[in-house]
């Protein structure tokens, strides 16, 4: 099992910047993609970037040019630089890790507790 903890978040103003971290620990386990999600009350949990093992990256249309992920594999650890925050950012931000045990098997998912970040206008 892979546990992540996260950190980072909080309260900024608009126009602000937050940086949220990830690290995952466990067992012996092969880390693939690694991403942030979002959710805001009423509203679906969304995908916030993403990055590969390989270092390759995709964001939501709202964040481009906003936020970056950055990921470093030997400390299993991903990381989202927040700037130009906006109120409509206002979330509960979690990280996921989709890891599997060796090469060859399924992939299993992984969650973080969650991490508020408010926006105040």
């Known amino acids: 099992q892979v546990r992540l903890v996260e950190s980072g978040g909080g309260l900024v103003q608009a126009g602000g910047s937050l940086r949220l971290s990830c690290a995952a620990s466990?067992?012996?386990?092969?880390?693939?993609?690694m991403g942030w999600y979002r959710q805001s009350p009423g509203k679906q949990r969304e995908l916030v970037a993403a990055i590969t093992s390989g270092g390759s990256t995709n964001y939501a249309d709202s964040v481009k040019g906003r936020f970056t992920i950055s990921r470093d594999n030997a400390k299993n650890a991903v990381w989202l630089q927040m700037n130009s925050l906006k109120p409509e950012d206002t979330a509960v931000y979690s990280c996921n890790a989709k890891w599997r045990l060796r090469y060859g098997v399924p992939e299993y998912d992984s969650w973080g507790q969650g991490t508020e970040v408010t926006v105040s206008s």
């Open positions: 466990g067992s012996t386990f092969i880390i693939g993609t």
